[in-house]
């Protein structure tokens, strides 16, 4: 079997948020669950990057759209591996590969007979991309942007989308779960119970460059949405791709309802009329929000998850996500809601688990799994179907997109685990040795739960779950919910040493910016010793990404008489980085400096700017000194 995940492309007039996360962790989840049943995966994500509204926002930015997107687009991709997202393909609608596919997919719409040139008028959402009819508005006003639309008159090419209905009403009857939740195929039906108009698919050059060339008509350019649906076989080399043949039958789209319509009306009527299979789900979700509003740009009230990371680490946040957000309703995001889940779920049940298990194994067998008890575990039916029945409801959830519902379940065995703990009460088995036989019994089955919980949370929880299994004298690379495979694993007659606590607990509301309080190995080898040490190993040294960078602009930060923000280019991406070096350097003087860069340090804001690296300076007696290469190379040299 495969398994291909696709994430909405996102537009890149915005920084990636929480929405955008929790979409791309929920693929990036989905997939490593397939990967735990043994399937072949494929994950994309990627940018959005024409049409109006990219249009407008470079031009606010004053820079050329390319550059714009280029800059952007970078930004998302490098933020995902910051949250432990493994994509197998980052793509981007500027790319010379999906122009191609675009035109292919236009020209093959058309020979069918399905575009035409003709005339309209209507009211046009440039927050959308998209006309609306008045039944659609909310007093007056785009329901998701609050703005009132713009009446736009002109001459374009359509797509004869409602040559389609009939057929999209009978493939979403016959498909009963093409689209879930239940709720969102019942709203697409209702949609489509109102005849379907045809739809607008270009926009003439006069009023619109920044967009793919339509092929039979070079004064106009491919309509956004058009354009940005392809991506999803574009990626998989439509049409001859062996990536396509192989990936494209078990094709899921993951969305949040704000895109609704485009993924469950415009884009199956468009495979259909180019003669191809349409996905095999429309996986749709309900929004975060903040104070009851949507979480978004405009309303400008997201959250940034960089210091959410810090403050709680990877995996808690990654945890939140998935447990708190039931998939296809809205989510109330709060700090104090984060805090407890933290304190509860992981800290309480989780970490306890785990400390309370391994130290008691370590203390009355030291630290070594007796492997008559595993085998006599092994025999056991009840724990065994116990083990199994657990498995079957997490995979069922999981099938279902319910990851929240996955995670409860998980969690009904961590409290069982703990209930038994108290139960058993190891600490009096301990107290005769007639009792060690089941004294070995009750430490072998903590242990086998836990290395099965590692495996459980891993898709959630990547970090967390290796490290479950690494601690246990595991190779996290089999990680596997196999339950005989775990048993034959664990008989390796190893010392499993309890480590430090997994989630020390949080005792008040964290401040942004307040310490990470996830400790895993990873972390903790991360961590930046206190002090400098007087000798660092080359990979300590190897970790730094030093580049060289040109500065493009200089601008003075208002009310700090200290701080610069400066855009740098590197070899294809623009920086932002703000330096408090404006007592040694005008900005005028920086400008057109070639300059060496930390590239890979945590963003960090200052006054209210997100500074992304810092720059090398040599600080003299009374004045700092920009570093700058010698001979001239270009920008993004590395440096080492
Ligand atoms: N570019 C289009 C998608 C084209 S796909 C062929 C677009 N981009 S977007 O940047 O606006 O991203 C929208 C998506 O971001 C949502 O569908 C969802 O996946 C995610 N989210 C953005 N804000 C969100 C919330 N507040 N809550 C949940 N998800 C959110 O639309």
């Not at 500074?611 to 570093?627: E, I, K, N, R």
């Amino acid at each position: 079997m495969a398994f291909y995940i696709t994430t909405p492309i996102y537009y890149v007039n915005a920084k990636p948020h929480l929405g955008h996360a929790y979409t791309t962790i929920v693929c990036d989840t989905l997939t490593r669950f397939h990967r735990l049943l043994g399937e072949d995966t494929y994950f994309l994500t990627g940018t959005d990057e024409h049409g109006d509204k990219i249009a407008e926002a470079s031009k606010k930015e004053g820079c050329p759209p390319q550059d714009y997107v280029d800059y952007v687009s970078a930004l998302f991709k490098i933020t995902w591996p910051k949250f432990d997202i493994k994509f197998s393909d980052f793509i981007r609608t500027t790319e010379p590969r999906h122009k191609e596919v675009v035109s292919r997919f236009l020209e093959k719409v058309n020979d069918k007979g399905d575009i035409y040139f003709g005339e309209y008028g209507g009211l046009y959402c440039v927050g959308c991309e998209r006309f609306y009819t008045e039944k659609e508005l909310v007093d007056g006003l785009c329901p998701d942007h609050k703005v009132a639309p713009k009446f736009i008159e002109e001459k374009n090419y359509f797509f004869r989308m409602s040559n389609y209905q009939d057929w999209l009403i009978d493939y979403i009857k016959q498909n009963p779960d093409l689209i879930r939740p239940e709720r969102f195929r019942k709203e697409v039906l209702s949609f489509l119970s109102e005849p379907l108009e045809d739809l607008c698919i270009s926009r003439p050059k006069t009023r619109l460059t920044w967009g793919i060339d339509i092929p039979f008509d070079k004064n106009y350019v491919t309509y956004v949405w058009f354009d940005a649906l392809i991506n999803y076989i574009t990626a998989l080399g439509w049409p001859d791709g062996e990536k396509y043949a192989h990936y494209w039958p078990y094709a899921e789209h993951c969305v949040a309802k704000d895109i609704l319509k485009p993924h469950a009306i415009f884009w199956p009527t468009m495979l259909q009329s180019a003669g191809l299979p349409i996905y095999k789900h429309l996986n749709v979700h309900g929004y975060w929000q903040m104070d009851k509003d949507k979480m978004s740009k405009s309303v400008g009230n997201v959250v940034d998850i960089f210091t959410l990371r810090e403050e709680f680490g990877v995996s808690a946040v990654r945890y939140f996500l998935m447990r708190e957000m039931n998939f296809g309703l809205d989510s109330e995001f709060s700090y104090k809601r984060v805090l407890e889940r933290y304190n509860s779920d992981l800290a309480n049940d989780l970490g306890n688990l785990w400390q309370r298990s391994i130290t008691m194994l370590k203390k009355y067998s030291g630290g070594i799994v007796s492997s008559s008890a595993l085998s006599s575990l092994a025999q056991d039916s009840d724990w065994e179907n116990t083990l199994k029945l657990l498995v079957k409801d997490y995979t069922i959830h999981f099938s279902h997109m319910r990851p929240s519902e996955a995670l409860k379940r998980v969690w009904e065995f961590v409290s069982s685990l703990n209930k038994r703990i108290d139960v058993d009460a190891p600490w009096e088995l301990a107290k005769s040795e007639d009792n060690r036989q089941k004294l070995d019994l009750v430490l072998a089955s903590l242990v086998k739960g836990l290395a099965l919980i590692g495996a459980l949370i891993w898709p959630v929880m990547p970090i967390t779950g290796e490290e479950f299994w690494r601690r246990l004298g595991l190779a996290p690379e089999s990680i596997t919910l196999d339950s005989a495979a775990i048993t034959l694993a664990l008989g390796h007659g190893k010392v499993i040493e309890p480590g430090e606590a997994f989630f020390k607990r949080a005792e008040k509301e964290p401040e942004p910016g307040a310490k990470e309080k996830q400790v895993s190995s990873k972390d903790s080898k991360e961590k930046a010793p206190e002090g400098r040490p007087e000798v660092i190993t080359y990979d300590d040294f190897a970790k730094l990404d030093l580049q060289t960078g040109l500065i493009l602009e200089a601008e003075a930060v208002k009310k700090s008489e200290k701080l610069v923000k400066l855009t740098i280019k590197l070899s294809d991406t623009l920086r932002t980085i703000v330096a408090g070096i404006r007592k040694s350097y005008t900005p005028e003087e920086l400008v057109g400096q070639s300059v060496v860069i930390v590239a890979n340090l945590a963003p960090r804001e200052l006054m209210g700017i997100k500074s992304h690296g810092m720059l090398l300076c040599a600080s003299g007696p009374d004045t700092l000194s920009l570093l700058t290469p010698s001979r001239e190379v270009p920008p993004g040299s590395q440096v080492s």
